[in-house]
T-cell receptor, first 115, second 109 residues
Framework: DGGITQSPKYLFRKEGQNVTLSCEQN?????MYWYRQDPGQGLRLIYY???????QKGDIAEGYSVSREKKESFPLTVTSAQKNPTAFYLC??????????????FGSGTQLSVL | RKEVEQDPGPFNVPEGATVAFNCTYS??????FFWYRQDCRKEPKLLMS???SGNEDGRFTAQLNRASQYISLLIRDSKLSDSATYLC??????????FGTGTSLTVIP
């Protein structure tokens, strides 16, 4: 089945540690996105990418980094510079062509907590 | 100003009631609009796209008013299974999707 796979489902970070969240899609979508969701809040855009080897900052990119070396993969690194990383992280993808499939497709999310 | 704003609720309604959610967006160039449903600690799932002429899917009706930059979702004959958070989403010309904070709905037996 086609879809988006995020791993791990739960992740714990120690002080000063960088951690990487995985996101893989086999939908052949050009665009991929990372969102952060805090309790009782909506989704806020961290980074997005519309093509391999290119990505743009969203509204809350500070303390995060991404790469897009392959169309299928868009890993997110939460660096030690992100002082409040505890949140639910969602990866999504979307085709760039207009039409009935222009919507966002989501992975099942990663809950990141600080030890 | 936030790109998309919603009344967070909560809305607590009895089974069988009709409930309406509203949403406004600030970017007049926004191109596409959606309603997503999110259950607790799960990923959002598409409920329906919102078209300029308005559209209906069973008990759900979505409306778009571009002049007022306003989107609505109407749920008729509410079911217990409709209890969730409903997220309003706007896509801009740069293919960025912006989410409202969500409106919480609880349907009471």
């Amino acid at each position: 089945d086609g879809g988006i796979t995020q791993s791990p489902k739960y992740l714990f970070r120690k002080e000063g540690q960088n951690v990487t969240l995985s996101c893989e899609q086999n939908l052949n979508h050009d665009a991929m996105y990372w969102y952060r969701q805090d309790p009782g809040q909506g989704l806020r855009l961290i980074y997005y990418s519309q093509i391999v080897n290119d990505f743009q900052k969203g509204d809350i990119a500070e303390g995060y980094s991404v790469s897009r070396e392959k169309k299928e993969s868009f890993p997110l690194t939460v660096t030690s510079a992100q002082k409040n990383p505890t949140a639910f992280y969602l990866c999504a993808s979307s085709p760039l062509t207009r039409g009935t499939n222009e919507k966002l497709f989501f992975g099942s999310g990663t809950q990141l907590s600080v030890l | 100003r936030k790109e998309v704003e919603q009344d967070p609720g909560p809305f607590n309604v009895p089974e069988g009631a009709t409930v309406a959610f509203n949403c406004t967006y600030s970017n007049s160039a926004s191109q596409s609009f959606f309603w997503y449903r999110q259950d607790c600690r799960k990923e959002p799932k598409l409920l329906m796209s919102v078209y300029s002429s308005g559209n209906e899917d069973g008990r759900f009706t979505a409306q778009l008013n571009r002049a007022s930059q306003y989107i609505s979702l109407l749920i008729r004959d509410s079911k217990l299974s409709d209890s969730a958070t409903y997220l309003c989403v706007a896509r801009n010309t740069g293919n960025q999707f912006y989410f409202g904070t969500g409106t919480s709905l609880t349907v009471i037996p």
